[in-house]
């Protein structure tokens, strides 16, 4: 089992930036990938950033040139620096890992960007 727990969320105007983090831990082992999901009320979840374990990187049209994921392999942490915010970034945020076989989710952690 692998357990992510994320921090970082919170309340923001727009024009501000927030990081959020996601620490992983138990059976960590070819990890493939590390990301962050977000969900908006009455929206479907959709990708915001992805980084594979060779370093490659996705983001969602909407978020590029304001956000950044990183990763530190040592610490099996996921990060990703958000500027910029908008009030259409307000969403639940979570963070995923890809194995071989299996994805885990985080709990997620709120983002809300006031106008």
Do not use: H
Not at 26 to 39: D, P, T, V
Not at 81 to 106: F, H, I, R, V
């Amino acid at each position: 089992q692998v357990q992510l727990v994320e921090s970082g969320g919170g309340l923001v105007q727009a024009g501000e930036s927030l990081r959020l983090s996601c620490a992983a831990s138990g059976s960590i082992f070819s990890i493939n990938a590390m990301g962050w999901y977000r969900q908006a009320p009455g929206k479907q979840r959709e990708l915001v950033a992805r980084i594979s374990s060779g370093g490659t990187t996705n983001y969602a049209d909407s978020v590029k040139g304001r956000f950044t994921i990183s990763r530190d392999n040592a610490k099996n942490t996921v990060y990703v620096q958000m500027n910029s915010l908008k009030p259409e970034d307000t969403a639940l945020y979570y963070c995923n890992l890809e194995q071989k076989y299996l994805t885990y989710w985080g709990q997620g952690t709120q983002v809300t960007v006031s106008s």
